[in-house]
């Protein structure tokens, strides 16, 4: 006779279907924000498409705001973040290998853009996805910052700029993907970002 298994917990299930519910609800606003847009897209829309009611939506978010940033972060954590772990960081191999896998961080970008035009009219949107973004882009700087001597960049390379620029880059790109303009060939784009990498290994003076 087999041994009868301890029973889980009610509050650990309680606890793993919350955290199924919210994680099933920042998904679909990742799809439905990038692809019908912020502003048509309403917590009724996403009540009706999702797993809860709306009035359960907000149980898990104060509002749409907090929504979007989730949603945001989320993105920016699997299409970044997991292929870029915590560590020793080679900016030239970083660079040339998100040229390459640009395709797949399109609806990335296409929230990107939802989330700038969001930003610039509601105000608590902006707030809490500018904080967002700058942990973000302070966390890289401080890495390439540690790694900077392993990483032999120039002496006089600024760093917020070039990891402002490299992100800009991306964050343009969305823009031009919205007007129906891209994306570029995976390819050239990486060669293009591998030069830019190896740019910063140079002395102003060089070339």
């Known amino acids: 006779?087999?041994?009868?298994?301890?029973?889980?917990?009610?509050?650990?299930?309680?606890?793993?279907?919350?955290?199924?519910?919210?994680?099933?609800?920042?998904?679909?606003?990742?799809?439905?924000?990038?692809?019908?847009?912020?502003?048509?897209?309403?917590?009724?829309?996403?009540?009706?498409?999702?797993?809860?009611?709306?009035?359960?939506?907000?149980?898990?978010f104060k509002n749409k705001a907090e929504?979007?940033?989730?949603?945001?972060?989320?993105?920016?954590?699997?299409?970044?973040?997991?292929?870029?772990?915590?560590?020793?960081?080679?900016?030239?191999?970083?660079?040339?290998?998100?040229g390459r896998e640009i395709t797949a961080r399109r609806e990335l970008r296409a929230l990107l853009v939802q989330a700038a035009a969001a930003a610039q009219t509601d105000d608590e949107a902006r707030t809490r996805i500018r904080e967002a973004q700058e942990a973000h882009v302070n966390d890289w700087i401080e890495r390439y910052e540690a790694d900077r001597e392993r990483l032999e960049l120039d002496r006089d390379l600024d760093l917020p700029t070039a990891v402002l620029y490299t992100w800009a880059a991306e964050l343009g790109l969305g823009m031009l993907e919205a007007f129906g303009m891209g994306p570029p060939d995976p390819d050239d784009w990486a060669d293009f970002q591998n030069r830019v990498a190896r740019s910063f290994r140079l002395p102003k003076d060089a070339g």
């Open 67 to 98: 929504l979007l940033v989730e949603a945001l972060e989320t993105k920016i954590s699997e299409d970044l973040e997991a292929v870029n772990p915590p560590g020793p960081v080679d900016h030239v191999e970083r660079l040339t290998s998100a």
């Open 1 to 60: 006779m087999s041994a009868t298994q301890p029973e889980e917990p009610t509050s650990r299930r309680g606890s793993d279907r919350s955290e199924a519910t919210r994680s099933a609800l920042i998904d679909l606003a990742v799809e439905l924000f990038s692809t019908r847009g912020y502003a048509e897209t309403s917590m009724r829309d996403i009540a009706r498409e999702g797993p809860v009611s709306m009035g359960a939506i907000y149980l898990h």
